[in-house]
């Protein structure tokens, strides 16, 4: 038995089995990354899409994807790359070959490379070996994020990342708990980002009956506040996807959470509106 300590799910894996996020498994006591370089999905996009709306703006970012997710939101946005496994892989992307394209894409108004699409933090290993090439490259390194990882990874990460995005996706444990996450290892995740002077904004997916409640929603933008009130601050439209179909956020419950968030946060957009 291996027990997996990278994020709050604390897997305990018998030989050959894979943890709950499907990218890593015990191979003989050993625990292997399962996702490293496996590409499933790879774009140019403009920063603002990820959504970064206060780092280089009108600028695009080589984004990468691969597969896994340490979280089971019912409404994911992002389902068939991020709830399935290497099925969904369109090749390998060796992180010499990664820096390359980076580089030749800053021909094209790149700045660099956002993790994204799935979960990034599950390849771990895998940005860990890229992000120092692309720095020497002179690239920036960017993640989209869930922030659910452990404090010691996400120090070591921390050191290579320029900016983040990270969600948080609520601001009561129980509902945290329904999507499979942790909000007390969200709200460290943005935290340490913030202390450690990387750029960090934060995108709340707002869904009707979930995390629409004025009183904890203030308490979250309070809170996102005490760490700096200049953190940009996203709150997106949901759409109905994957295993939920409530009906939209309505736009009006978006404009009267913004209404709240200004009163505390400097810099607060609303997302797929
Ligand atoms: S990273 Fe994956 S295997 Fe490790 S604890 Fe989290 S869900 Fe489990």
Request: charge should be negative; aromatic fraction near 10%; include cysteine.
């Amino acid at each position: 038995m291996v027990v997996c300590d990278f994020c709050p799910h604390h897997c305990q894996l018998a030989e050959g089995q894979t943890g709950f996020c499907r990218t890593r498994r015990n191979d003989g006591g050993t625990l292997v990354s399962l996702n490293y370089g496996q590409v499933t999905s790879l774009a140019l996009d403009p920063v603002e899409k990820k959504p970064l709306y206060h780092f280089f703006p009108g600028s695009y970012i080589l984004s990468v994807g691969s597969f896994g997710c340490n979280m089971r939101c019912p409404f994911c946005q992002n389902y068939t790359i991020s709830q399935h496994g290497a099925e969904e892989v369109q090749g390998y992307l060796a992180p010499e070959k990664l820096v390359e394209l980076a580089v030749k894409y800053q021909k094209q108004g790149s700045i660099g490379v956002a993790f994204t699409y799935n979960e990034p933090l599950l390849s771990y290993e895998y940005i860990m070996d890229t992000a120092p090439l692309l720095r020497a490259a002179g690239q920036k390194v960017v993640l989209v994020s869930n922030g659910q990882i452990s404090a010691r990874p996400w120090k070591n990460l921390l050191t290579w990342v320029d900016a983040v995005n990270i969600d948080l996706k609520a601001f009561a444990s129980d509902v945290y708990t329904w999507m499979g996450g942790d909000l007390e290892t969200a709200k460290q995740t943005i935290a340490m980002a913030v202390a450690a002077g990387v750029h960090t904004e934060v995108t709340t997916l707002v869904i009707p009956g979930k995390n629409d409640d004025r009183e904890i929603f203030t308490a979250e933008v309070q809170w996102l506040a005490g760490l700096s009130p200049e953190i940009p601050l996203h709150l997106s439209r949901y759409f109905p996807r994957y295993k939920w179909t409530a009906a939209s956020t309505p736009r009006q419950t978006l404009i009267d959470l913004q209404a709240i968030a200004i009163q505390h946060l400097h810099h607060v957009y609303l997302g797929n509106v």
